[in-house]
């Protein structure tokens, strides 16, 4: 059994990196592993326009520590009143890799996200006329159980949609499901997804162990274990469909341990040690690097990074909380100690 892996460096194609001083705090993480991320647009005030992205990555790249090279990958938030000129003038000057699609009120900062479908048509014709892949948070809204607004959300909307844009590629993010799972294996080659380190660790139990575990908690929220085990599979199978997106999402820790908690979990710091540790139990080390540093930019029709990065199977051990921001934020695996480092 190998000891060291030395890989191709990865890239996150799923990525909150806030703003302000949240941003310069968390940047540092990410670009620690990482030479590209793709840069989920939900701010506050989310990135609609071709300037908005291009401050936006100023201040991204501004934020970086000395020396560390890093590409954020820039994504425009798709809203009812989007200009199909706009996304198709921001992918054309490289700004916009990407759009994505909150359906509104799905999560976090989605309040602005797209009511229905029919609103973007014009938009996802443009997309997909232009190669612009999108983004999607994929849930319904409504009332339905939280527990099945994925897979609600795939026959309800996706299917019709793949259907409508047969050539538009998409990018179903942070699966959960073995429905989700399923689609996407048994879908053409327009259509991927991404999976989260928390997502092939933990179940639904997890959020509910001895008392409410907020720190575990985000959306779309984590499943019953067979679910689990059927995302992991596909994120071990070697299948070019499924990538590495982390869906790092920081909040303050007051704001998650709270009456209203928010959704989200902060992996970015051990990112790359807990997906290898999932691989190593699986079995699967053959095929990490292929998951985290090529089915993504070849999705993406983008290059593949030249550098490289070793892990190695030593003990780390995960803080129980990281200053950021002057709060504090608990990341993923708090308090565990996981089995590889990276160099
Ligand atoms: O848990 C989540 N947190 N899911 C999302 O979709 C958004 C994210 C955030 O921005 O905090
Ligand atoms: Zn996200």
Partial sequence: ????????????????LRDGAMLEAVVGYTARQFARAIVMPNLADPVTTVSAAI???DRILLALPEGRDFMPLMTAYLTDTIDPEELARGHARGVFTAAK?????????????????????????????????????GEVTDDTDIFDREAVFIERTLEPLVRDFPALK??????????????????????AATITPHHIHINRNAIFERG???????????????????????????????????????HARE???????????????????????????DGALDRFEAFASEHGPRFYGLPLNE?????RREPVDVPERLSAAGADIVPFHAGETLGWRLD
């Avoid at 479908?117 to 612009?132: D, F």
């Avoid at 998409?170 to 959960?176: C, D, S």
């Avoid at 341990?257 to 139990?281: H, M, R, W």
């Avoid at 550098?307 to 892990?311: D, E, F, M, S």
């Fill in 1 to 16: 059994m190998s000891d060291i892996l030395k890989i191709r460096r990865p890239d996150d194609w799923h990525l909150h």
């Fill in 55 to 57: 401050a936006y990555r």
């Fill in 101 to 137: 699609l909150y359906p509104a009120n799905a999560t976090t900062n989605s309040d602005k996200g797209v009511t229905d479908i029919a609103h973007i048509h014009g938009a996802l014709e443009r997309m997909q006329a232009i190669g612009m892949p999108l983004l999607i948070h």
């Fill in 170 to 191: 998409i990018v179903l993010e942070h699966i959960t499901t073995a429905e989700a799972a399923q689609f996407i294996a048994g879908a053409g080659p327009n259509l």
């Fill in 212 to 250: 409410i575990r907020p720190h575990a908690y985000c959306l779309p929220v984590a499943k019953r274990e067979h679910h689990r085990l059927a995302v992991r599979k596909a994120a071990v199978s070697g299948s070019p469909k499924f990538f590495l997106g982390t869906d790092s999402a920081p």
């Fill in 255 to 281: 704001t998650k341990e709270a009456s209203c908690g928010c959704a989200g979990i902060f992996n970015a710091p051990f990112a790359l040690e807990s997906y290898v540790a999932a691989f190593d139990e």
């Fill in 307 to 311: 550098a490289t990065l070793t892990l």
